[in-house]
């Protein structure tokens, strides 16, 4: 099994790490992929092995500057597999964090969709970088 995904934030990358012995599972930065599904495919591919033995509580960071359409479709892809943990009946916490009101829109956008409630941070510019 996956222990850790790690990459490292570039200029259209964001820094990803989804951590299972530490519980940390974040994505932060900017998003910008021209082909989001096959950036975020080993994330996928993570959180579906994950979920075959998932910790009690699964809490996961989205603390993203900008993301692009391709990343947006992905990121609803990653809150429904996180769903599906929630229905299983296993503890999933969402942290939306935002910096402007497009992205605070964008996490209440999400949390209608997937129906599991999300925490709301209002973050400053400089603490995402």
Known sequence: MLKEIKINRSDIYPDITLDKENGIFEIKGISLPSNGKEFYQPVLDFIAEYALEP???????????????????????????????????????????????????????????????????????????
């Open 55 to 129: 910790n009690q509580v699964t809490h996961f960071i989205f603390n993203l500057r900008y993301f692009n359409i391709t990343s947006s479709k992905m990121i609803l892809f990653i809150l429904y597999k996180l769903k599906e943990l929630n229905d299983g009946g296993k503890s999933v916490l969402i942290t939306w964090c935002y910096d402007d009101e497009d992205i605070h829109e964008a996490g209440k956008d999400f949390e209608h969709m997937v129906s599991i409630p999300f925490q709301f941070k209002e973050v400053y510019p400089e603490k995402l970088n």
